[in-house]
């Protein structure tokens, strides 16, 4: 089994101010789809956002496929809300339980995506949502991560949810044109450095790239609150296209039949 932890953004773990707006902005994005609703999160990792989560949902279950990972939740979490060990591809959860299902930074790790989206068609009720955010492999300077199986940017998801009844919308955040300079300055070496296998592959390994490109480093929180970043609403994407203009695609996928 690979060990996900070298890959994760775990709490605790030194990381970049932009890595700790990135999760606070997604659950803020989620929490929008989530108030009142049974909710539940898949490949939680250790659990950043589920506090936020649980303060909105009507209920909320998690778990993820590293146990390891997932201990780290379950520490800092207790009892406050269902935490389990699973599959993505084969859910433990009764068909029409969830109205929500959340899926961050994590699509591209399951060897099936076709079997996770007709898990989540099994688990939801009419008209629920899936909520993912990818990185975006539609960049000039695309990074893939180890462990990984198949990337999809907005046509793939788009196409992927299609197939098993559902209406994808898709999102952009982080604007490439904002970047710092450094960033932008940055870009063509990172380009470079990724054709000829340069890159770390470990979330240890690339702190050095990450002071050199984004600074000081800062350490990821154990749990996201309300107000950490001021938020702004994601880009909605022109369907059918390929985005190359932000760093993370968010997609809302609803279920319009069983």
């Not at 201990?71 to 969830?98: C, T, V, W």
């Not at 961050?104 to 955010?133: D, H, M, N, T, W």
């Not at 788009?158 to 098993?164: D, G, I, K, P, W």
């Not at 604007?175 to 470079?192: T, Y």
Request: proline content about 5%; glycine content about 8%.
């Amino acid at each position: 089994m690979p060990d996900f932890s070298t890959v994760t953004e775990l709490a605790g773990d030194d990381v970049s101010q932009e890595q700790v707006e990135r999760i606070c902005h997604r659950y803020y994005w989620a929490g929008e789809y989530c108030a009142d609703k049974d909710v539940l999160e898949v490949a939680c990792g250790s659990g950043q956002g589920l506090g936020y989560l649980s303060r909105i949902a009507n209920s909320l279950a998690a778990g993820d496929y590293d146990a390891k990972i997932l201990s780290i939740a379950k520490s800092h979490y207790g009892d406050r809300f269902e935490l389990k060990q699973f599959d993505a591809q084969d859910m433990p959860y009764a068909e029409n339980s969830k109205d929500v299902i959340i899926i961050f930074e994590a699509l591209y790790y399951i060897p099936s995506a076709a079997k996770f989206v007709a898990e989540c068609k099994r688990i939801l009720r009419p008209g629920g949502k899936v909520l993912i955010a990818n990185a975006n492999k539609d960049l000039y300077d695309f990074n893939p991560s180890p462990y990984t199986y198949e990337y999809h940017g907005v046509v793939e998801l788009e196409r992927l949810f299609a197939e098993h009844g559902f209406k994808a919308e898709c999102f952009g955040h982080l604007p490439i044109g904002e970047v710092s300079l450094r960033q932008k300055v940055l870009r063509p070496v990172k380009k470079l450095a990724v054709a000829l296998g340069l890159i770390p592959k470990t979330a240890e390994g690339k702190k050095f790239l990450k002071r050199l490109v984004f600074g000081g480093l800062v350490k990821m929180p154990a749990e996201v609150t309300a107000g950490m970043y001021p938020y702004e609403e994601p880009l909605r994407l022109a369907p059918g296209v390929p985005d190359k203009d932000h760093k993370v695609i968010y997609c809302a996928a609803t279920l319009m039949q069983k």
